[in-house]
């Protein structure tokens, strides 16, 4: 486990997920959110998210955390383990409600408590039917590789708690 992307719908914990296994391995972690987004709320040029994602890749370590369907083959082509958080819409719909105003180390940008995104929250809400379906075929595509799914931040924490113990 050297390569590691770690995948989900957003508000899965896919960050909080990726600091504690950062925490565990000591593998660097690199946020895809950091990369693409300007404190500003703009996005950086295509090609300067590509190119800082290509720097990352050529590494031999790394933990990337973050979904970006555009990437996804092109990460898992480079990674050797993929962790998939596939959790209920219910549960992410949560994460994202609860981080708000909150600073984060995976995100630019600190959103405001009483902010809500609409178009987000509903681009969330329909991601186990529209967005899932296509990870998932992506997956079947790559089974080479270490894929590990859990349906559960039970079951991440678990696994975390395991890999703490070794």
Not at 9 to 36: E, N
Not at 41 to 49: A, D, I, M, N, S
Not at 125 to 143: G, M, Q, T
Request: glycine share 6%; aromatic share 10%; hydrophobic share 35%.
């Amino acid at each position: 486990m050297n390569r590691i992307i770690v995948i989900g719908c957003p508000g899965s914990g896919k960050s909080t997920f990726s600091k504690a296994l950062h925490g565990a391995t000591g593998i660097p972690l690199f946020h895809l959110d950091m990369m693409y987004w300007k404190e500003d709320k703009t996005k950086v040029p295509r090609e300067l998210f590509l190119r800082k994602l290509n720097d990352v890749l050529e590494q031999g370590l790394w933990i990337i955390d973050g979904n970006y369907e555009s990437t996804m083959e092109m990460r898992i082509e480079k990674c050797d383990t993929v962790f998939f958080l596939d959790y209920p819409m219910e549960v992410c719909v949560e994460g994202i409600m609860s981080r708000r105003g909150k600073e984060r180390s995976d995100m630019p940008w600190v959103e405001k408590p009483d902010e809500i995104d609409e178009e987000f929250l509903e681009w969330v809400k329909n991601y186990n039917v529209e967005s899932r379906p296509k990870v998932l075929e992506i997956l079947a595509k790559n089974e080479e590789k270490e894929i590990i799914i859990f349906h559960s931040r039970e079951e991440a924490e678990e696994y975390l708690e395991n890999i703490k113990e070794q």
